[in-house]
């Protein structure tokens, strides 16, 4: 029940109380703590009091001054407000009150450039700045997310043991752990939300083909996807995907996603990973591929200036409707492992970029339960990494090139239907390209750094020399090579 205030005697405090700091406040009082609550409208604190004020300990503040009195010190704060301008104010306001020693933690999805800033800025007025990724959505707040937080080490020895409690546990194991330094939490947070665009749009893609190539009902479809959860694709997004083609429209009576706008939204996190991986030199085709598509839907101008171009001569149909059911499963199980081993491949280069020491295991680990990627193969991930922490590529992993060596068929095959029916599948294609990319052994690179060599003396390496060595050839001369 909530409580008068009381120096000192809230351990946790949630400032920023829409749904996700709500629920989030209450996932702590249900474990027990309490929980010192504030937010820029009173209005909002009270309502949250008089809706779930009995569910567990917590203290009413309406000031900051108030708030950083109701905690124990060193003093713990959780800040869930808006990412940009809105968290900046927060965290000064906060600054202002605390003392050295005190924690302070974005629990929001931040830039993590951003974090990296406002790490060092609270460091040197002596706090500490803990950057958390929270994924799992406002069920995930409320009874158990996945939880990513960075910051420095000292800081997670007491705040790393409420994170544990109150985050989603598989086999006793809770999701959460110390990511790394300053910004670390919150880029594998951008990273995770970027497999998470590149897994739905492979599901989107599954499903319009089953739709178009097939001509499967939203009712057929579901049970199709209700199925493929059993198996190896068996995840969170996939069993969500059941129930959305099950859910019915009131109003028409029709399958619900019938009636839904064709525009997809995005909140940035799919942006900043794309910008990040250009930036780091990595490649996540998938992910760009599937923040594109989100794009495209909603370039309503383009879309309806081009409805009714020419198609060409379309093929026919799948005669053999459960075939080609198999075929996309594969197809789609093999996109997801090209999603997860680009933003592997990302995490990794972004530790080695900033220094963090990022374990790539534990990622696999804490995303296993509350957030919205969580999937079974999660597990053949985590056991890829504790084999070989310096793995390439999971594809080089044995069960995952397993995996899509039994579904390269079907992927191919899927592909090629595809673009004979003039079905968009842009996921499926690239990740295929990706995986075909990586496997070939010489690509047309070689004629880019010859091309660029021509036109701006770049220079190029040799398959005869060293590593290290350079060549230049004089194309506007005599033609001959020198070493640069």
Not at 112 to 138: N, P, Q, W
Not at 282 to 295: L, N
Request: glycine share 10%.
């Amino acid at each position: 029940m909530s409580s008068p205030q009381t120096d000192g005697t809230a351990q946790i405090g949630v400032t920023g109380l829409a749904v996700m700091g709500s629920n989030i406040a209450r996932n702590f009082a249900h474990h027990g703590y309490t929980v010192a609550l504030h937010n820029r409208s009173v209005a909002k604190t009270d309502a949250l009091l008089a809706e779930h004020g009995s569910e567990g300990n917590f203290v009413r503040t309406e000031t900051m001054a108030e708030f950083a009195a109701a905690l124990e010190r060193p003093r713990r704060a959780l800040i869930m407000v808006k990412a940009g301008d809105p968290t900046d104010a927060v965290i000064n306001e906060l600054c202002d009150v605390f003392e050295p020693g005190d924690i302070i933690i974005d629990g929001g999805n931040a830039l993590y450039t951003d974090t990296i800033r406002r790490e060092k800025a609270v460091r040197e007025r002596g706090l500490h700045f803990v950057g958390a990724g929270i994924s799992g959505g406002e069920e995930g707040a409320l009874k158990g997310p996945s939880i990513m937080p960075g910051g420095p080490a000292e800081s997670y020895k007491s705040l790393g043991p409420l994170l544990e409690e109150i985050s989603a546990h598989v086999d006793g194991v809770p999701c959460c752990t110390h990511i790394g330094p300053d910004g670390a939490g919150h880029f594998v947070k951008m990273v995770h939300n970027g497999i998470e665009y590149s897994d739905m749009q492979l599901i989107g893609e599954a499903y319009q083909l089953l739709r178009d190539g097939l001509g499967k009902t939203a009712p057929e479809i579901a049970e199709i996807f209700a199925e493929w959860n059993s198996g190896d694709l068996d995840s969170y997004l996939i069993e969500i995907t059941a129930e959305v083609l099950r859910q019915t429209d009131a109003k028409t009576g029709k399958p619900l996603v019938d009636v839904i706008v064709d525009e997809a939204e995005q909140k940035g996190t799919g942006r900043w990973t794309v910008k990040s991986a250009l930036d780091l030199g990595v490649p996540v085709t998938g992910i760009a591929e599937a923040v594109f598509a989100r794009a495209l839907s909603g370039s309503v101008p383009q879309r309806k200036a081009t409805t009714g171009l020419a198609s060409g001569d379309l093929g026919e149909r799948p005669t053999d409707a459960a075939q080609f059911i198999d075929d996309v499963s594969k197809a789609l199980y093999a996109s997801k492992i090209i999603a997860y081993a680009q933003g592997f491949n990302q995490i990794q280069a972004g530790s080695a970029e900033y220094n963090w020491g990022i374990t790539l295991g534990d990622m696999a680990t804490i995303w296993r339960g509350g957030c919205i990627i969580r999937a079974k193969f999660l597990n053949r991930i985590k056991e890829a990494y504790d084999e070989n922490a310096e793995l390439a590529t999971l594809i080089a992993a044995p069960y995952f090139r397993d995996a899509v060596e039994a579904g390269i068929d079907s992927w191919r095959r899927v592909v090629v239907k595809a673009t004979e029916l003039g079905i968009p599948v842009p996921g499926f294609a690239s990740a295929l390209s990706y995986y075909d990319a990586l496997r070939t052994e010489r690509l047309p690179a070689a004629l880019t750094q010859g091309l660029r060599d021509f036109f701006g003396a770049h220079t190029y390496g040799r398959t005869d020399a060293d590593p290290a060595a350079r060549f230049h050839t004089l194309w506007s001369g005599d033609r001959t090579e020198v070493e640069a």
